[in-house]
């Protein structure tokens, strides 16, 4: 299942300017993403999973 910005922010808790500036910087740690069209831009909601184990603190 693919998330729209605002629909994988608010899954991760944070704000969807948040989730567009990690983009834009090209953020080290960030989420993937895929670009689809020119300005398409879907996450992918088992890569937004893997992604918060990661952060997990063990």
Request: hydrophobic share 35%.
């Amino acid at each position: 299942m693919y998330l729209t910005t605002k629909e994988a922010a608010k899954f991760l808790g944070i704000s969807h300017k948040t989730l567009e500036k990690w983009r834009s910087l090209g953020t080290d740690g960030a989420p993937p993403y895929i670009r689809l069209r020119n300005r398409v831009i879907r996450y992918n909601r088992e890569d937004l999973l893997q992604y918060l184990e990661k952060l997990k603190h063990k």
